[in-house]
Structure formats: C-alpha cells, structure tokens
C-alpha cells in the first residue's frame, strides 16, 4: 500500500475513533459504555504510537513489525474485553454477571493456549516464537470475537432487548468482526493478493464510525424491535 | 480449515451487515414525509425501489450533512446487495422476490425521509445567513 493512503486512512481513523468518544460524552453515554470508549481512546493512543516508530525505523523495519503486531494483539484483547461488557449489558438483569466474567476469562486463556500449541512447533527461538504467537493469538481472538458477538445476537433476539443503541453498537461489531475475520481468512488462502492489505485498515475506520452514528443519532431511551431486523423472520 | 472461517465469516457478514442495515432504516420508517418531499420525489406513503436512484440523485443536488454520509453509503450498499439478490438468487427462489422488493422499497423511503431532513438542514442555514 502506498505510504499516503497508509497515513491517511490511519488520520482518518484516528479522528473517528476521537469523534466516537466525544459523541459518547455529549451524548452521556461515556460512563454506560466505558469500555468500549476506552477501547477507542486506546487505538488512538496504539496509532500515534505507531505512528513514531514508523517515522523513527521505517515501514520494513522489524521494530515497526514488532509493534504494529504486538499493539494489534493488545487493542484485539481490549476488543474482546469491550464486547464482554455489552453480554454484561444485555445479560444485567439476570444477575449472571460472576458467570459471564469467569467464562470470559476462560475463553481468552482457551484461545492463547490454542494459539501456543498451533506455533510453538514451528519456531525454535523464543523472539520468533512469541511474534508468530501474538500474530496467531490475534487471528484466533477475531473469530472468537466473531462466535460470540453471534451468539450475543441471538441472545439479544431470544431476551427480545430493545435498547436501540445497544443493537446497534452489536451489529455493527459482528460486521467489523465477521469482516475482519473473513479477510484474515482470505489471506491466508491467498498469501500473495494485494488488496487484502487494503482491507484492515478501512475496515478499521468503519467501526468507529458506525459507533460514532449509534452515540450520535440514538437516544440511550430509544427503543427498536430486534425481531424486525432479524434476516429470517422470528 | 481458511476456506471453512473464511465461508463461516461471510455468512456472518452478510447476516449482520443485513441487520445492521434494517436496523438504520428502521429509525426512519416511522417518519411521516413532508408534503413538499412526497411531491418532489413523487413518493404517496410506500416506496417502491425504483425510487431509490431517483432520490439518491435528488439527495446530491442538498447541501451534505456529515454526520448522514456514513449512513447514505451504508444504505447504499444495501441497496446495491438487495439488487443484486433480486436478479440472482430470487430467480431461484421466488419467494426471495417480494422481501427484496419490500426493503428495496424501505431503502428509498430512507433517502426520502434523508432528504426531508437535508431540505429542512438548507432551509435554516439560509434563515442563519438571512438574520446575519
């Protein structure tokens, strides 16, 4: 990817990701979805950061590789914590909130010691080893991000939540999920096709924006039937 | 197993990417259209999908609210998904026909009731610029 497509989509995101949290502010939203703001605070935080390393090494340094992949492995981890307080929003008046913390914790571990057994047998030294780690451990969390974000919708179809918001904030992280995973999936069968690089990058712009749209546009009071928006009907 | 995530995850995709879109329209459905829109856009009180074009080229011709272009396009894409489900897979299954028919129809009110909104947004700027 050219260096000026990189730098612009990376500002445009930046600004997204700004706009996300100030939305949320104007809108009292910062505190109900705490998280998930800091998640956005954080990319920025993980994009300027990048930002000097790649001014300081170069785009095919191996101190930018190392960050770029480390940085993703940790802001896919604030993801996934992100989406673990939205099973809380959905699931608060059940009072399963010990259950779904525990499960949560569980499943990241779950996911970290698959991660290890898949690379552990492929690189003999440690700086190797932990680089394929985290690359793998990150692909792995998307489509676990995916599966549950799934899940999460059915769940929010079967509870009948009404909160518009929330729907909204949900559906759009399966489409970041879902996408995401799809194109980790389309590299790996196609290694050497271009354009999948194109992919992340904007679809990391989409996030912030549909988040910025649900905190702008919706009420935290607004309400929507989610059985309507369901593909097959319910 | 790539082919496999990679199936699962468009599936997926394509499922929420649906819902997230019924879920933009449906904020705008309940919105009465104003009467100088109903008459521009010829649009009674349902949309047809055949509208959708015609609207979009009417939406250009407004001042852009920011704030509306992530929508626009999103329902765009929508739109062009629904498009092309009609002339593919709805052959194969006709029933497919009429629900394609009916959201491409509810895509178009949501331009409508986009411009509506755009139309109003132009009206006040002027009446900001005419007090200054």
């Known amino acids: ?234 | 197993m790539a082919t496999l995530i990679f199936l699962l995850s468009a599936a997926a995709l394509l499922q929420f990417f649906i819902s997230y879109s019924r879920s933009l329209i449906a904020a705008s459905i309940k919105q009465p259209l104003s009467a100088e829109v109903r008459d521009v856009t010829g649009i009674p009180n349902s949309a047809s999908g055949d509208d959708f074009a015609r609207v979009l080229q009417l939406l250009e011709l407004c001042p852009e609210r920011p704030e509306e272009r992530g929508r626009i396009r999103a329902i765009s894409a929508y739109f062009g998904l629904l498009t092309a489900m009609r002339s593919t897979v709805a052959r194969i299954i006709p029933t497919l026909v009429a629900w394609t028919d009916m959201e491409r129809g509810q895509c178009a009110y949501f331009a409508a009731v986009t411009l509506d909104r755009r139309i109003a947004f132009s009206r006040d700027m002027l009446a900001q610029q005419i007090d200054v």
């Open chain 1, 1 to 234: 990817m050219p260096a000026s497509i990189g730098y612009l989509i990376s500002f445009l995101g930046a600004i997204l990701e700004i706009s996300v949290v100030v939305c949320s502010l104007k809108r009292h939203a910062f505190r109900r979805y705490l998280c998930l703001n800091l998640y956005m605070l954080s990319t920025v935080v993980v994009s300027i950061g990048r930002h000097q390393v790649l001014s300081h090494f170069g785009l095919r340094s191996s101190e930018y590789r190392y960050t770029y992949y480390y940085s993703d492995a940790l802001l896919t981890i604030f993801l996934y914590l992100a989406l673990i307080t939205l099973y809380l929003h959905v699931f608060d008046e059940m009072k399963v909130e010990k259950y779904v913390r525990l499960t949560a914790v569980l499943l990241l571990a779950g996911t970290a010691l698959f991660s290890y057994a898949v690379v552990h047998q492929s690189f003999h030294s440690f700086d190797k080893l932990l680089a394929g780690f985290v690359f793998e451990l990150s692909q792995n969390l998307y489509f676990v991000g995916l599966v549950l974000t799934y899940v999460l919708w059915g769940a929010i179809l079967k509870l009948r939540e009404t909160r518009a918001q929330l729907i909204q904030l949900v559906l759009s992280l399966g489409v970041y999920f879902s996408a995401f995973a799809a194109a980790f999936a389309l590299k790996n069968m196609f290694p050497y096709l271009q354009s999948v690089t194109y992919i992340a990058p904007v679809l990391g712009c989409l996030l912030p924006l549909a988040w910025a749209n649900a905190f702008w546009r919706l009420s935290p009071d607004a309400r929507m039937v989610p059985a309507r928006l369901a593909v097959v009907p319910r």
